[in-house]
């Protein structure tokens, strides 16, 4: 019987989905017809599957050859099946040993030339392919760098389809080895040396990266918000072997990993969006579907500055993410998941009319309290920190004796409090890796009920309505950080007090 399969792989979301390529070449009169929820990339993969055959000097099976993709179930889109769909033709119409193609999986698209086209998203692929029992890999040789980040698989790179061909006939080989290109030099990161002055946002950023814990900065343009949130991945613990391909895998998909020898990305990433950033944009879109600015910042910080010109319906959004620690983007005939564990920075300006100075604004106090109003609700509620930002006067950062500290310095303290707080919640039934993410009612019960000598402060906020209970809750989580960032075993005090001014540090009107 002339019929045979290859094994590629498609991608939901950020979810590989390991799938079947069936050909079948029957009597008949000429035709391909391809069936199994195709999307319209791959209906066009007809067309450049014809071409490329006819251009590699290849046979085109002159009768009705059906393709099949299994499982029925999964959607199939893009065009990274052209490959593995032209291995099961050429392998049903006895080109190639079907035997070949066992244990293989190919990922590519085709151009009319048989040219094989780099795919995004190879990486995520090939996690899901190596899960699924696949040995070996054939991908576009551009992709060859990205794809051999899976260790355990056996990558090979092909820049043509007859190259394909003559490897499965077992008459050329492959190459195994990406072409060397020249490294570009790293950029280097933004350092904490740089901010001189803001004692309090300075500490603010520290806590934050130290507990998890969500910040909010206000302050007038020129004051340094921007400047403190993208150096806040500096101080973030690099990202463990899991987090690092589950970061690179996502900007695999994104299309955003730089150059032709991209390696894990072991730094926290750091998506700033500007303001007028539209949902697609923000949670993800497109088709074949792309992460948005919210997974850009998986396992890494998310800046929104001047926040309450953004978008309710995009200021919302944030809300799942922080629950869940992914977006769900629901659609007309289907739905995906993308990772999304933020630490979310948002900032703001005092008023709308963007004055450097609270002074310089002359604007009727109804405007401004209207403007950051649209700060106050469930989405602010979840931000534990919130410090006001002021400019540093010219002559004040002139006669800065003292370099600040630098990110490494601030980095290694982060680290020994963020090591501290797992160890103490290791041994909980739920292993939490930060203090933000505790629950509350963990903390208020034993064996880490501190005692009202040590919470009265925040209890006075409570009774006097300056706080709520979920800022009760946030301000005891940030008091635990400080503590561990202290090298203190329980918060004391003075760390209930400091938290709690970094929870009530300003407040939205209501
Ligand atoms: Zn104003």
Redesign the pocket.
Known sequence: MAYSRSQTVCLTGFQGHPVTVEAHIAKGRPALVVTGLPDIALEQSKVRIFSAFTNSGLEWPDTYTVVNLLPASVRKSGSVCDLAIAAAILAAGYTVPRDRLEGTVLLGELGLDGQLQPVRGVLPCLLAAERAGADTAIVPLRNLAEASLVSRLKCLGANHLSEVVAFLRGEESLSATAPVVPEEPAAELPDMADVVGQETARRGLEVAAAGGHHLFLLGPPGAGKTMLAERLPSILPPLDEAAALETTALHSIAGTLKGTHPRLLRRPPYSAPHHSVTMPAMVGGGTPLRPGAISMAHNGVLFLDECPEARRDVLDALRQPLERGEILISRARSSARFPARIQLVLAAN??????SSTES???PAP??HRYLSRLSGPLMDRVDIRIEVAPVPMSAMLSADAVPESSEVIAARVAEARRAARERWSDAEQEWRTNSEVPGPRLRAKPWRLPTSVTKTADWLVETGQLTGRGYDRTLRMAWTLADLAGRDRPDSGDIAEAAGLRVGWLPPS
Not at 350 to 355: D, E, L
């Open positions: 005092p008023c709308p009319c963007a004055a604004c002359t604007c405007r401004r």
